[in-house]
Each structure stands twice: as C-alpha cells, then as structure tokens.
C-alpha cells in the first residue's frame, strides 16, 4: 500500500504562482511513475505532468512551458511548481503513483487550486 498527501493548493490571481507538493509513504517501489492530474468541474480528468524514477518527463500541451514538475527521491515526494496560471487551470489537482514491478496505481485525496481573474 502506498498513501499519498497533498499539499499547498489554494486561490491565486491569473498571472501568479504557485507549488503543489505530494508526499509519498508506504510501500515504495524502486522504478515508479508519479505525477500530477486534475479534474475541473464537469470535465474528465486528465494527465498535468509525470515523472519516472529515472528522471523521464512529460507535460499537457496546455501546460507546458509554464509547469514544472520535480522530485525529491529522498523524501519520495512530487511537486508541481505552476506559473503563470490562467482561470483555465483551475482544478482539483490529484497526485498519482504508479509501481512499474506490480502495477499498483494509487491516487491522493486532491487539492483545490482556484485561479481568479
């Protein structure tokens, strides 16, 4: 079993920033994916950024060059550093990992990011 905790969502003006972090405990695999999704009200949820265990990375057309994600291995923690943040980013966003050796795939409890014009 693996438990995700986010942290550091909240209201934010178009034009700021802001960083989501997710801290993983339990069970952690070796050669794992973690990342980030959000869902915003009546639409589907859908893939933000992702980041392997070996450094592999990947962004929503939407998003790039204003997202960055990042890792701390030791503290087996992922983070969404969000600039530039535009009402449409406005979501829950939900920290997810995935074990490449079992296949398990688990999902954090999401935090609200509002963004006001």
């Known amino acids: 079993q693996v438990q995700l905790v986010e942290s550091g969502g909240g209201l934010v003006q178009t034009g700021g920033s802001l960083t989501i972090s997710c801290a993983a405990s339990?069970?952690?695999?070796?050669?794992?994916?973690m990342g980030w999704y959000r869902q915003a009200p009546g639409k589907q949820r859908e893939l933000v950024a992702y980041?392997?265990?070996?450094?592999?990375?990947d962004y929503a057309d939407s998003v790039k060059g204003r997202f960055t994600i990042s890792r701390d291995s030791a503290k087996n923690a992922v983070y969404l550093q969000m600039n530039s943040l535009t009402p449409e980013d406005t979501a829950v966003y939900y920290c997810?990992?995935?074990?490449?050796?079992?296949?398990?795939?688990?999902w954090g409890q999401g935090t609200q990011v509002t963004v006001s014009s």
């Open positions: 997810n990992y995935k074990d490449h050796l079992t296949g398990a795939n688990y």
């Open positions: 339990g069970s952690i695999s070796s050669l794992n994916v």
């Open positions: 980041r392997f265990t070996s450094g592999l990375t």
